[in-house]
């Protein structure tokens, strides 16, 4: 861990036009020392005129070539401020040190006084600027411009429904952000949130499943950055992001990318868990993972979202974070309530259809309620497993302190809890 903050404090210095005047002030005065103590150190034995005009060509070639740099970059940013925005404070201090260098070569020619070692360290010094100035110059093409250009592709995209080429420019977001997240411009990384939130709703259409889908799973790319330091910065935001996500309905959804994203939730969750992240921050996303399975928990994912649900209350006990293990049971209660309550309602319209002699709409029912029925025996079984852990007793404490948990904007009656609760007990014998 030590090793990699060094490295890191490195890499940030290496970025600063300072440091590298510094190591070019250095390497001067080690060459003056040499100069003293044994003699020339350069094969120009007093030829100060053929060093001086090394120096002028030298950097007036590194000049051309920071000139084809922005000509360049200011092409790919297709804006009309990208001059602007590239010939920054920076960049024209930098020019004029070049300027100034390759003139005071020449005007030197002209004279009898000559200061090599000063002339040596500013080109020293001009030779690795390029570094930093490439590297800021990088990061303002990514971000200043990259992430609008990005955001008016993608609209123009969703607007005509190009579903592959809005996926696309979706990921190259997702890249972006990522390099925000690493690099720790996190007011970067919020305008590449705020992009994919303006674009949810418009991606709500069979049109563009790949591009919805993508933005899920850069949501949880970007969570899977997040540290115990980046924590308080990049969680709160991130984190209610994922959830709205996972709450939106879509049509023609890919079951199986679905799955990977709430394997995703999971694998997140357990992270916060082991790792002491804020309780809240847990909670959040134990109602990612409800939010979606309430909606759709009769889909085939639906195993998967309720097994993840026992696997947080049971991790979050095992960490005493009470409050995150109650709203993961409470969550899989409600679940298992919704479940027991349809399933009451599916009899009733069987009998009644069978009455009616309505035989095929009967059978479809049937069809149905064999579906909530292993809901309901999933249920039942992870809240076995639950109570196997922590015992009878804190079990029927846990299941007292779920029926007054406030989780708008859902309103179960204590009576609903009571009825299923019966229903558990008569069911659980058999597990």
Request: proline fraction near 1%; hydrophobic fraction near 40%; glycine fraction near 2%.
């Amino acid at each position: 861990m030590r090793c990699l903050k060094v490295k890191k404090r490195l890499e940030n210095w290496t970025k600063n036009y300072i440091f590298w005047f510094i190591v070019a002030v250095i390497i001067g005065i080690v060459i003056k020392c040499y100069e003293v103590l044994v003699g020339y150190p350069i094969p120009y034995n007093g030829n100060y005129r053929l060093l001086y005009s090394s120096i002028v060509s030298i950097l007036a070639s590194i000049f051309a070539l920071i000139f084809v740099i922005l000509t360049i970059s200011i092409q790919m940013s297709r804006k009309y401020t990208s001059f602007n925005i590239l010939i920054n404070r920076d960049t024209r201090i930098l020019m004029a040190t070049y300027l100034i260098t390759i003139v005071s070569s020449l005007w030197s020619l002209q004279f009898d006084y000559y200061f090599p070692i000063a002339f040596l360290t500013i080109t020293t010094f001009c030779i690795f600027s390029l570094y930093p100035l490439l590297h800021n110059m990088n990061f303002l093409i990514l971000f200043d411009v990259g992430i609008n250009n990005l955001s008016e592709e993608v609209n123009e995209a969703i607007d005509l429904k190009r579903d592959i080429s809005a996926k696309n420019k979706i990921l190259a977001l997702g890249t972006i952000g990522e390099k925000a997240i690493e690099e720790r411009m996190f007011d970067k990384l919020v305008s590449v949130l705020d992009i994919f939130e303006d674009n949810i709703e418009d991606t709500k259409y069979e049109q563009l499943t790949h591009t919805f889908e993508e933005i899920g799973t850069q949501y949880l790319n970007f969570a899977n950055h997040i540290s115990k330091e980046t924590e308080n910065k990049l969680a709160e935001r991130l984190l209610k992001d994922i959830k709205n996500y996972m709450t939106s309905r879509i049509q023609g959804r890919n079951i199986e990318v679905l799955i990977e994203q709430i394997k995703m939730v999971k694998k997140l969750s357990m992270k916060f868990i082991e790792n002491d992240f804020n309780e809240k921050h847990i909670i959040i996303l134990e109602r990612a993972l409800f939010n979606n399975l309430e909606m759709r928990y009769k889909e085939d994912f639906s195993e998967y979202s309720i097994l993840y649900l026992k696997d947080m209350a049971t991790e979050s006990y095992h960490k005493s974070l009470i409050n995150s293990y109650i709203y993961a049971t409470t969550y899989l209660w409600l679940i298992g309530i919704t479940a027991f309550c349809e399933m009451n309602k599916l009899k009733e319209n069987i009998n009644k259809l069978y009455a009616e002699k309505e035989l095929n709409e009967a059978e479809k029912i049937e069809d149905e309620l064999k579906t909530v029925e292993k809901i309901r025996t999933s249920i039942v079984k992870q809240l076995f497993e639950i109570e196997k852990l922590v015992g009878s007793d804190e079990f029927e404490n846990t299941f007292e302190k779920c029926k007054t948990v406030d989780i708008f904007p859902i309103q179960q009656k204590s009576k609903e809890f009571d009825d299923f609760k019966k229903e558990y007990l008569k069911l659980r014998t058999r597990h």
